[in-house]
């Protein structure tokens, strides 16, 4: 056997065994609680296989056994994930209006940003009424070092995270990318002091942005919430102004998601 055959081999094996792991929680969902073979029977494999992959579920957090009964059910891991999944839920259904708003008082394109790994992803976007409108940002991934969304979550990030992130070689995009991971950390501290970051050509030449920080009912970082739109409409002059535009839609927002009530 060839190394690409052993390769492709062992990918088709991972990929089974995530189709697997993932039907026994589909199983436990359906009966609230099931023994190994009962899940074996169900998932069409042998019990030792089912046992296996509850073995790894259960490492997880993402299984529980009932000691008493033996029976396996779904475990708190999964609250976790349905969690995080609802706070992005949440946050792209409560921003629409306040993204609006902001677009409409701005006149500059107005976008909400949350992590997605090492990048900031865009959930929602509004045009405000200028005649030149910036780019469709709604669904594209952008760095966290040379954005205003970005700078805002890599400031909210844990220090370990955050070193982690910066230790890594950072892309230039333009002759103003901020690339040091020195300056990028001190960024990150100014941005967390003073509530909102922005971007000075920094991704695109002739482009310029301001976000601030969403917080959810704990306070955490959950987004960012901000505009952006060419030099020549938002200069040093406005920069000042559109932070306070874009630090009082995020005040709205997290609001709406439970912060501060």
């Not at 993402?62 to 999964?78: C, M, P, S, T, W």
């Not at 509004?126 to 952008?142: D, I, S």
């Not at 009912?217 to 932070?243: C, F, H, Q």
Request: hydrophobic share 45%.
């Amino acid at each position: 056997m060839t190394e690409g055959e052993e390769t492709r081999r062992g990918v088709a094996g991972s990929v089974q065994s995530v189709e697997r792991a993932v039907s026994v929680l589909e199983a436990l969902a359906r009966s609230g609680g099931a023994g190994v073979t009962e899940i074996a029977d169900e998932i069409g494999v042998h019990k030792s296989t089912a046992s296996r992959l509850i073995g790894v579920l259960e490492s997880r957090g993402l299984v529980d056994q009932e000691k008493e009964r033996g029976k396996y059910y779904l475990g708190a891991g999964i609250l976790r994930l349905a969690g995080a999944a609802a706070i992005r839920l949440d946050i792209s259904q409560e921003s629409a209006p306040v993204c609006r708003r902001l677009a409409e008082a701005t006149g500059e394109t107005a976008n909400v940003a949350v992590l997605d790994g090492d990048a900031a992803v865009n959930i929602m976007q509004a045009r405000g009424p200028a005649e030149v409108a910036a780019y469709n940002w709604l669904g594209r991934r952008t760095p966290l070092h040379a954005t205003a969304s970005g700078k805002v979550l890599l400031a909210a990030m844990p220090t370990a995270v955050r070193e982690s992130l910066l230790a890594r070689e950072q892309e230039r995009f333009t002759a103003r990318t901020v690339t040091a991971p020195a300056a990028l950390r001190a960024t990150a501290d100014e941005v967390a002091a003073e509530g909102f970051a922005i971007t000075r050509e920094e991704l695109e030449a002739g482009l310029n942005a301001v976000a601030a920080p969403v917080r959810r009912y704990d306070g955490t970082v959950i987004g960012a919430i901000g505009v952006s739109g060419p030099v020549y409409r938002m200069g040093e002059e406005r920069l000042s102004e559109l932070a306070e535009s874009c630090t009082s839609a995020a005040g709205e927002l997290s609001r709406r998601l439970g912060f501060g009530s």
